[in-house]
């Protein structure tokens, strides 16, 4: 069993900053890219940031100079630093890690849970 959760979301007023971290826990051999993606109300689920384990990171332009992707590979944690922040990054933020488990042949893509974050006065 695999599991990724997520935390650190909230309320925050525009301009603010929040950091979401997403540990990973379970019969975990080796995680590839890890990413962060959100989802606003009647949106589609759309990539905010990645990062190979390697740590080379990749951001989706709405989130660039504002957000920064990171993680510890000896912790299977992944972080999301989010300053600057706008009402319209107010979405349900969610983890994802293509993971390679012992419980499993070849790796497999796992999700979080979620967690919100709202941003308004």
């Known amino acids: 069993q695999v599991q990724l959760v997520e935390s650190g979301g909230g309320l925050v007023q525009p301009g603010g900053s929040l950091r979401l971290s997403c540990a990973a826990s379970?019969?975990?051999?080796?995680?590839?890219?890890m990413a962060w993606y959100r989802q606003a109300p009647g949106d589609l689920r759309d990539e905010v940031a990645s990062?190979?384990?390697?740590?080379?990171?990749n951001y989706a332009d709405s989130v660039k100079g504002r957000f920064t992707i990171s993680r510890d590979n000896a912790r299977n944690t992944m972080y999301l630093q989010m300053n600057s922040l706008k009402p319209e990054d107010t979405a349900v933020y969610y983890c994802?890690?293509?993971?390679?488990?012992?419980?499993?042949?070849?790796?497999?893509?796992?999700w979080g849970q979620g967690t919100q974050v709202t941003v308004s006065s």
């Open positions: 994802t890690a293509n993971i390679f488990s012992s419980l499993t042949t070849g790796t497999n893509n796992y």
């Open positions: 379970g019969s975990i051999l080796h995680i590839n890219t």
């Open positions: 990062i190979t384990r390697g740590g080379t990171p």
